[in-house]
Nanobody, 123 residues
Framework: QVQLVESGGALVQAGGSLRLSCAAS???????MAWFRRAPGKEREFVAS????????RFAAFVEGRFTISKDNAKNTVHLQMNSLKPGDTAIYYC?????????????????WGQGTQVTVSS
């Protein structure tokens, strides 16, 4: 079973930047990957996704061009570069992957999830 390990979460001031990383164990780079987040008292929501090849990306409307997602297939790692952070971006950020390379988010039963990394943006 592939495992996902997130890193890069931190406390940052509003307007600052963070780069989150998610490393997948194993050598199979055919996974589509995505980032979700859960803010205190709220449901988990989609943030960004990238296809297995890295050629297609998708973002939630609230990103408003502030985030980019990239995939390093050689290292089985996906990155989320977050700029112009706002207090409203405070959340636990989760990495997800679909081993069949299906687009995320989706109604798939075989998605794999990481443990999450905390991002806190102070005003």
């Amino acid at each position: 079973q592939v495992q996902l390990v997130e890193s890069g979460g931190a406390l940052v001031q509003a307007g600052g930047s963070l780069r989150l990383s998610c490393a997948a164990s194993g050598r199979d780079s055919s996974y589509s990957m995505a980032w979700f987040r859960r803010a205190p008292g709220k449901e988990r929501e989609f943030v960004a996704s990238i296809s297995a090849s890295g050629g297609r990306t998708r973002f939630a409307a609230f990103v408003e061009g502030r985030f980019t997602i990239s995939k390093d297939n050689a290292k089985n790692t996906v990155h989320l570069q977050m700029n112009s952070l706002k207090p409203g971006d405070t959340a636990i950020y989760y990495c997800a992957a679909n081993p069949r390379g299906l687009p995320l988010p989706g109604p798939w039963s075989d998605d794999i999830w990481g443990q999450g990394t905390q991002v806190t943006v102070s005003s």
